[in-house]
């Protein structure tokens, strides 16, 4: 259609598939978080809140998966990015809604094309990235999904 143009988006079966993974990861290591994965425009697909994950995580781990989605680069990308550019460095965290620039945030990529997010938070960002990383691994080898 003229005017138009299509572009691929996660479908809720795998949104659920990545949520359960990173929940896995996290109830192997003992923690407690709160997962949220979105479509490609960073509208939520999928959510989990763990017993005893911190309520100000819903709202942060929302965040990395919209800046992951929005940016199409993991958030921890986004600290090496402004560091070296002072109006970026104080402008972006302030000015750019909703973004997060520690780890914890993952685009999620399927056949080359960024068809959602990730976000993941509740213990340090390195934890919440390989939380994150865990449910990361539903994607593996999917091709043509």
């Known amino acids: 259609m003229a005017g138009t143009y299509n572009r691929p988006s996660i479908t809720l079966e795998l949104a659920q598939q990545i949520v359960r993974g990173a929940v896995a990861k996290a109830e192997a290591d003992g923690g407690a978080f709160v ?3 979105v479509d490609e425009s960073g509208v939520q697909k999928a959510f989990a809140r763990m017993d005893g994950a911190p309520l100000l995580s819903v709202q942060v781990a929302q965040d990395k998966a919209y800046t992951a989605a929005g940016f199409q680069m993991p958030t921890d990308g986004w600290f090496d990015f ?32 960024v068809v959602g997010g990730i976000g993941v938070s509740g213990g340090h960002y390195t934890q919440d990235m390989e939380v994150a990383q865990a449910g990361l691994s539903a994607v593996d080898g999917l091709s043509g999904g």
Not at 94 to 108: C, E, N, S
């Open 35 to 37: 997962v949220s994965v």
């Open 82 to 113: 402004i560091k070296g550019d002072e109006p970026l460095r104080v402008g972006a965290p302030t000015g750019i809604d909703r973004l997060v620039v520690f780890g914890g945030g993952y685009p999620i990529t399927v056949d080359g094309a």
